[in-house]
C-alpha cells in the first residue's frame, strides 16, 4: 500500500494555504496611500485697540468735613441729611447771643477810642498834648479797631456754612448740642460725587512695556486728551458714561510693585458712589498692524512656550515659536512669530508634524481675525 500520492497532495494544500495567509499578511501591513487634510485660516494685519481690565474703587471728587469755629449750642440743623447742598448754604446755627453781645461792646469801646484819637490829632499840632500821648491813642483806636474785626468774625461763624457743593452726610450733632472750635468729630462731611474719581492700580511691568511701545511707533496714543477709560460695574453691566485717565502716581507701591491710576467720569445721575468695587477698561492705545491668531491654533511645546503650525508655499508643514502677549476674546495677539498672510493651521494639528506635505482647505472651526474683531 503506497501513501506518497496522499501525502504529496496534502502537502501541496498546506502549502497553498500558507502563501495565500502570508500574502494576506503583506497586504494587511502596508499603510493606507493619502496626504492629510488640515483646516487653516490666513492671517491678516488689521486695527486694534489694546486695552487693559484693571480692578478699582470710586472715591468722591471733593471732601469737606463739616467743623465749627466757634464755641456753642446748636440751635437749628437747616439741611436734610443725604441731601444735596450749595457752597455757602447755611447748615447749622449756633447760639449767637454772646458773640453778639461781645460784637456790640467792642463796637462801643471803638468810637471812644477813635473819638479820642481824632480828638488828640487837632491837639497835637497845637502842643495841647504830648506826641506820646497822641500816639497812644492811636494804638488804642487801631486796637479797638482789630477786636471789632474779631468779634464780628467770630459772630459770622455762628451761622455753619457748606464749603463746597455736594451731598451731604448723616450730621453727627443735633439741636442742644454743645460743639467747640477745633473739635475731633466733624459735625458732617460733604462729599462731591459729579464728576467722581476712579483709582485703579497697574503693575510696573505693564507700564514700561507700553511706554517702550509707544516710544518704538508699535504702539499709537489713544488720544490727546488721554486714555479713554470705560467701566464695568459690580452687576456686570457697563457704566453709560465714559471716563478719562487724569493722573499717575509718582512713586511704586513698595509691596505690590504697582503704581495707582486715577480716572475721572461724569457722574449726573449719582450712580457711582464713594466706595464701589468697579472694574475699568484702559484703553491705552492702538496698535494699527496687529495679529490676531486664533487660540484653537495655539500650543505649547515642552517648556510651555506658544507655538504654532503653519503651511507654506509649498503646503509642507512648519513650526513657529511665537511671542503671545495676552488674549483678546477667543484670539492671542501676538508680537512676534506670525506674520501676515500665514497660513495657520487649526483643524487636523493632531494628524500632522512639521515637514509634512498636507492638503489645505479653509477652517471651519474658527472666525476670520476680522469677524471675530466685530
Request: contains cysteine.
Amino acid at each position: 500500500m503506497s501513501f506518497k500520492p496522499a501525502f504529496s497532495a496534502l502537502f501541496a494544500a498546506v502549502a497553498v494555504t500558507t502563501l495565500l495567509l502570508s500574502g494576506c499578511d503583506k497586504h494587511a501591513e502596508q499603510p493606507a496611500v493619502g496626504t492629510p487634510k488640515v483646516g487653516v485660516i490666513t492671517l491678516r494685519p488689521q486695527r486694534f485697540a489694546q486695552t487693559s481690565e484693571l480692578p478699582g474703587r470710586t472715591s468722591a471728587y471733593r471732601i469737606a468735613e463739616v467743623r465749627p469755629q466757634v464755641n456753642g449750642i446748636i440751635l437749628k440743623r437747616l439741611f436734610t441729611e443725604g441731601s444735596e447742598v450749595k457752597a455757602g448754604q447755611q447748615l447749622y446755627q449756633i447760639d449767637p447771643a454772646t458773640y453778639q453781645a461781645t460784637f456790640q461792646s467792642t463796637q462801643a469801646a471803638l468810637k471812644s477810642t477813635q473819638a479820642l484819637a481824632e480828638r488828640y490829632k487837632d491837639l497835637v499840632k497845637d502842643q495841647a498834648v504830648s506826641k506820646q500821648e497822641y500816639d497812644e491813642a492811636q494804638a488804642n483806636f487801631l486796637r479797638d479797631q482789630a477786636a471789632v474785626d474779631a468779634a464780628r468774625i467770630n459772630l459770622r461763624y455762628t451761622k455753619v456754612l457748606a464749603p463746597i457743593s455736594g451731598r451731604i452726610g448723616r450730621s453727627s450733632v443735633s439741636e442742644g448740642a454743645l460743639v467747640n472750635s477745633g473739635q475731633a468729630d466733624a459735625m458732617s462731611t460733604i462729599q462731591q460725587l459729579d464728576p467722581i474719581y476712579v483709582d485703579v492700580t497697574q503693575s510696573t511691568k505693564d507700564i514700561l512695556r507700553l511706554r517702550k511701545e509707544l516710544t518704538s511707533g508699535n504702539l499709537q496714543k489713544a488720544g490727546a486728551h488721554g486714555a479713554k477709560v470705560k467701566l464695568t460695574l459690580e452687576d456686570g453691566s457697563l457704566y453709560g458714561h465714559e471716563g478719562t485717565l487724569e493722573f499717575s502716581e509718582v512713586s511704586v507701591d513698595a509691596g505690590t510693585g504697582s503704581v495707582v491710576l486715577r480716572a475721572v467720569f461724569p457722574n449726573p445721575e449719582h450712580e457711582l458712589l464713594p466706595g464701589m468695587f468697579v472694574h475699568a477698561q484702559l484703553l491705552q492705545g492702538v496698535k494699527e498692524q496687529a495679529i490676531l491668531a486664533p487660540q484653537q491654533g495655539i500650543t505649547r511645546n515642552v517648556r510651555g512656550e506658544p507655538t504654532a503650525l503653519v503651511v507654506n508655499a509649498d503646503n509642507v508643514v512648519e513650526r513657529r515659536e511665537l511671542k503671545a502677549e495676552h488674549t483678546v476674546g477667543d484670539m492671542w495677539l501676538v508680537s512676534s512669530g506670525l506674520n501676515s498672510g500665514d497660513r495657520l493651521i487649526t483643524e487636523g494639528l493632531q494628524y500632522v508634524h512639521p515637514g509634512d506635505k498636507v492638503e489645505v482647505k479653509a477652517a471651519s472651526n474658527v472666525k476670520t481675525p476680522e469677524a471675530a474683531a466685530r
